[in-house]
């Protein structure tokens, strides 16, 4: 099957235009944990399929590095705009995406028929402590105490169509980041897992912000993730509704607009094209 290897900010997939589906590999799970290997295989983040949609212009399947399947990801979705863009094959501004979380709008600024960035529209955050979803009392989870093996945690809930966990610390340097991130992705509090952001403060307009991300573990971006960090930071009055997100392979701009919309600016890089040969022991 032919693949194009692509990231955004160093979150990294690999895209195949599955098209129809039709001759395509049916254990997407497997598929995806052999292609991903880093020594094995192609290596990424996760794989992602574009299929034929009846409601938009493609559907995007987001399938992790450990074989589950994610809602969406604001970094694949970038990298998906390009793709289809320069690839002449949605030659549209504005592209209709067909996710798990509902369809999304990236628009592509571009100059000279190149890509320069995309900015996407990525909805309402749900707040809702059902929505993340989480167990517990009804209402939002702003501040809230999370008991994690002995060590309490100061955590919002945000979902982007996906669950996330944001936890504000003085230095994310000091974080422990595979010790602890994996031990409240798969907190009892939360059913179906959840990504967990640690973020630290620099002003009310930025934020530096490293990521354990469900299914995939440590990523260098994650642009659901942003786009909760800005809710939770202005959930907990900390920062004002449009922020400079650093994470480790960039920033990303995320603006909490007035209407209730989260809107997300960064670049995507398409890195190389290949065939891929599935592997059958």
Request: hydrophobic share 40%; glycine share 12%.
């Amino acid at each position: 099957m032919f693949f194009t290897k692509v990231h955004g900010l160093g979150n990294d997939f690999i895209v195949v235009n599955a098209g129809t589906g039709e001759g395509f590999p049916d254990d997407y799970a497997s598929l995806a944990v052999e292609m991903c290997d880093r020594k094995f295989g192609i290596g990424a983040d996760g794989l992602v399929l574009l299929l034929d949609s009846g409601v938009a212009d493609v559907r995007m399947r987001i399938i992790n590095s450990d074989g589950s399947e994610a809602e969406m990801c604001g970094n694949a979705i970038r990298c998906v705009a390009k793709y289809l863009y320069e690839h002449n094959i949605v030659r549209k501004e504005e592209i209709k995406v067909e996710t798990l979380a509902g369809i999304i709008a990236p628009q592509v600024l571009h100059q000279d028929g190149k890509v320069q960035a995309v900015k996407v529209d990525m909805g309402y955050p749900r707040l809702e402590r059902t929505e993340i979803p989480m167990l517990g009392p009804a209402g939002q989870v702003v501040g809230e105490n999370l008991e994690v093996d002995g060590e309490n945690y100061r955590i919002t809930t945000v979902s982007m169509g996906n669950p996330h966990c944001i936890i504000f610390v003085p230095d994310v340097a000091a974080v422990a980041l595979t010790e602890i991130g994996p031990r409240i992705e798969t907190h009892p509090a939360f059913p179906r897992k959840t990504n967990v952001e640690f973020v630290q403060m620099l002003s009310p307009r930025e934020v530096k912000m490293i990521v354990w991300e469900r299914g995939a573990g440590p990523t260098l971006a994650c642009g659901t993730g942003a786009c909760a960090v800005a809710v939770a930071g202005v959930l907990n009055g900390l920062t004002e509704r449009k922020v400079t997100v650093h994470l480790p392979g960039g920033p990303l701009e995320i603006e909490w607009a007035e209407n209730g919309k989260l809107y997300m600016t960064g670049p995507a890089t398409e890195v190389f094209h290949g065939e891929y040969t599935v592997y059958k022991p």
